[in-house]
């Protein structure tokens, strides 16, 4: 369900005379672009989140240029066995690792869960690849989907119930002629996650492909209101911008 969140302004909501919690953001870029515009918006989201709240919970992770290794034969033997039981927290898969392979994608894997438990906001960006996420980030999911990992085991709710996700796409084409949203809204409200909002950038490659002018000033549009809702959202407002769309998952 897609649905409009009215404007908030957080800064008013705090008591001046108590500090605010550190608050955390983990930033996880996977485009191949040296020119990249889904990088030149997080980028944008991250610089006015750190003038917020400083640079000391901010986690930045390039999966494109430092790959999360694929899951292998031993990662995928691990999974099977953790799908076999009831939720075991992060603390207890070591545990039920079976051999020095298990172990092996377990350390690798460790990091990327621990990071994805302490964000507050994880802030992606996400260029489309063939109708869908880009390798690099498949990647990374497929590794980091633990099962268990993110459920309470006390009241079996999800531990990313609270996680703000933002996704930053950037695309070629036209919004609604790909499956990247529909993809990581599933994906996302699997794991529990409440709360995705999506910017937009649209036809990205306007100015080198030989299309209809109109289509240029379309993408032009489409980026400056990109830029604006990016901004906007790491403020703490809900953007009005035309690119944004929030979306509430019902569990
Ligand atoms: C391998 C590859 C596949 C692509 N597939 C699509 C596609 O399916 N749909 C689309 O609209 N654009 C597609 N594009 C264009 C990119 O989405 C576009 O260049 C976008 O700006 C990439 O984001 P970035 O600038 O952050 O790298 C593709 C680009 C590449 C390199």
Not at 106 to 118: F, H, N, R, Y
Request: proline share 8%.
């Amino acid at each position: 369900m897609i649905v409009r969140q009215p404007r908030r302004n957080h800064l008013r909501s705090v008591p001046l005379a108590r500090a605010e919690p550190v608050k955390s953001l983990l930033h996880l870029d996977s485009s191949y672009s040296g020119n990249s515009v889904s990088k030149h918006l997080t980028s944008l989201y991250a610089d006015t989140w750190r003038e917020r709240h400083g640079a000391v919970g901010y986690r930045y992770r390039d999966v494109a240029a430092d790959p999360v290794p694929l899951v292998g034969p031993a990662y995928c033997s691990l999974r099977r066995r953790l799908e076999g039981r009831d939720p075991v927290p992060v603390g207890g898969v070591a545990a039920v690792a079976a051999n020095a392979a298990e172990e092996r994608e377990w350390a690798s894997t460790l990091p990327l869960v621990t990071e994805l438990l302490a964000a507050d906001t994880v802030l992606l960006g996400v260029p489309v690849h063939n109708l869908t996420v880009p390798a690099p980030l498949k990647a990374w999911i497929d590794r980091v989907t633990v099962p268990g990992v993110f459920t309470d085991p006390a009241t079996e709710e999800s531990l990313l119930r609270d996680t703000e996700v933002v996704v930053v796409t950037a695309r070629g084409g036209r919004r609604g002629d790909d499956f990247l949203e529909p993809y990581l809204l599933a994906y996302f409200g699997g794991l529990g996650v409440a709360d995705v909002r999506f910017v937009h950038a649209e036809l990205t490659r306007a100015p080198d492909v030989p299309r209809p002018s109109r289509f240029q000033a379309l993408g032009t549009e489409s980026l400056a209101a990109a830029r604006l809702a990016v901004v906007e959202l790491a403020q703490g407002f809900s953007s009005s911008a035309d690119s944004l769309e929030v979306s509430r998952i019902e569990p």
